[in-house]
T-cell receptor, first 115, second 115 residues
């Protein structure tokens, strides 16, 4: 079975632009979470979606938004890019949301560089 | 106090030795704990999940959980150079609210296994 897929792999943008990152979860998984990881740190939670509804939001500005589609794939959008948005953006797939024993499996990530 | 704390290392062990990685957490009601391995330039890979006090073994890996001390560890027996990576401890948020179920990560411990 295919794991979590993300696109694109790498992306270079300039300040002020917007970006859309995409994720497809493991087949049968209905929850997608987004994380941001900067060099030398652990991933930071951005959003969690389950059954097309937002179920969790981290401490990120409103420039960050996301949505989940009927096929459970997801998009993360970031507007008005800042240099500090440069990071590895990770998508995690899980069967459901809101359960504490819910293992999350990460995709390969999208490396975003903002110049 | 950080929610999840790890020694950043680097931890260097000789091939064949036992590597011991430690993690403490602040939320007393946390019930689930995950260890991820992240190779340089790659995304985190789930290697161990533990939910009950005591030890859980999987091959060369043993996770140890002590909820009274709010401490979880990962032991790697017969360490191999291929185990060289960053090891991330992750704890799901157990309180309610908008970030229920999100994973909170430590900053990771860099492990180097030298021949």
């Amino acid at each position: 079975d295919a794991g979590v897929t993300q696109s694109p792999t790498h992306l270079i943008k300039t300040r002020g632009q917007h970006v859309t990152l995409r994720c497809s979860p493991i087949s049968g998984h209905k929850s997608v979470s987004w994380y941001q990881q900067v060099l030398g740190q652990g991933p930071q939670f951005i959003f969690q979606y389950y059954e097309k509804e937002e179920r969790g939001r981290g401490n990120f500005p409103d420039r960050f938004s996301a949505r989940q589609f009927p096929n459970y794939s997801s998009e993360l959008n970031v507007n008005a890019l800042l240099l500090g948005d440069s990071a590895l953006y990770l998508c995690a797939s899980s069967p459901r949301a809101g359960n504490l024993d819910n293992e999350q499996f990460f995709g390969p990530g999208t490396r975003l560089t903002v110049l | 106090q950080k929610e999840v704390e790890q020694n950043s290392g680097p931890l260097s062990v000789p091939e064949g030795a036992i590597a011991s990685l430690n993690c403490t957490y602040s939320d007393r009601v946390s019930q689930s704990f995950f260890w991820y391995r992240q190779y340089s330039g790659k995304s985190p890979e789930l290697i161990m999940s533990i939910y009950s006090n005591g030890d859980k073994e999987d091959g060369r890996f043993t996770a140890q959980l002590n909820k009274a001390s709010q401490y979880v560890s990962l032991l790697i027996r017969d360490s191999q150079p291929s185990d060289s990576a960053t090891y991330l401890c992750a704890v799901p948020r157990s309180a309610g609210g908008t970030s229920y179920g999100k994973l909170t990560f430590g900053q990771g411990t860099i492990l180097t296994v030298h021949p």
